[in-house]
């Protein structure tokens, strides 16, 4: 969050602390660290994965540490949960969830582009220019991001290297950019190897905001459920997605319009596993290389 959120003016300084943490010696250190910094309010952004009683928790950790006032803290289902959006199968995004906690502070028109405007500074844009140009890189490309640090949202690399291979013998001259953390950067090499145009892998190369600059030149993101997923669509690229079925349909999906994303809500949907055995991942291996290859190449036509 620091570092997608710098530049915006939206906070001044980060305090850092260990998620989940339960040793008691550990909780009264942050306990006594955020009391000392005699906040007067504390805006609750974070998912409720406990349910009502991690809600509860919570707020009385932080009402312990001096904090008067406290905004967001879900405690009604609405907030608690991504419900179903009526009159469809899709369900209200985790963005909307959040939003509606946090309503007492005022509103906002989702689907107006300025609430997602990440304030790229001109050194960002600058630095990304730079890093198309040190590859060769001077034309719109497809952007792609094959990996991620969830087994159960991998589409594994046997579908990526054929989806690749086929882009790459459709359009030769067509640049690639790679996008992901420095762990995917095995991955992302040998898919390179398959391309024939200009290419690039920046994988650990560079940071969320300047990933999210040089994605400014993309003409489609094809992808994994991922952080550069949503640093696409924030920057206004179509998305081609490809998700497992762990998560609700919807509560985690790129935000605006025009993107192309596959769900295939298998009976096991929902169940939030990190690592599926027993069902092999039937939801996000049963996407076929023929649709998402077809869906890249109508988002190509259409851009």
């Known amino acids: 969050m620091e570092s997608i959120l710098e530049h915006t003016g939206l906070y001044d300084d980060t305090l850092r602390y260990p998620a989940s943490a339960r040793d008691l010696r550990a909780l009264w250190s942050l306990r006594r660290q955020v009391r000392s910094g005699r906040y007067d309010c504390l805006v609750y952004l974070a998912k409720p994965k406990g349910g009502v009683f991690t809600s509860v928790r919570d707020y009385l950790f932080f009402r312990s540490c001096g904090i008067p006032k406290l905004i967001g803290v879900p405690f009604s289902r609405r907030t608690l949960h991504c419900d179903r959006i009526p009159g469809t199968t899709r369900y209200k995004s985790e963005t909307v969830r959040t939003t509606d906690a946090i309503e007492s502070l005022g509103t906002a028109d989702l689907k107006d582009p300025k609430w997602w405007d990440m304030r790229l500074t001109a050194t960002e844009t600058a630095e990304a220019d730079a890093v198309l140009a040190k590859h060769g890189i001077t034309a719109p490309f497809l952007a792609a991001s094959v990996g991620t640090k969830i087994q159960s949202k ?78 696409a669509a924030t920057m206004g690229i179509p998305c081609v997605a490809i998700f497992s079925a762990r998560n609700k349909p919807g509560e985690w999906f790129p935000r605006g319009e025009g993107h192309t994303i596959f769900y295939h809500q298998t009976p096991c949907w929902g169940c939030g596993l990190v690592e599926c055995v027993d069902k092999k991942k039937a939801c996000i291996l049963s996407i076929t290389v023929d649709e998402v290859e077809a869906a890249v190449e109508r988002t190509l036509r259409g851009r």
């Open 154 to 231: 991998d589409w594994e690399e046997p579908n990526w290297n054929e989806l690749i291979g086929r882009l790459a013998a459709r359009h030769p001259g067509l640049p690639l950019v790679l996008f992901g953390v420095t762990e995917e950067r095995e991955r992302s090499d040998r898919m390179l190897a398959l391309w024939r145009g200009p290419k690039a892998n920046l994988c650990g190369e560079t940071t969320p905001r300047v990933s999210a600059a040089v994605l400014r030149n993309a003409v489609v993101m094809v992808c994994h459920d991922s952080g550069p997923m949503h640093l």
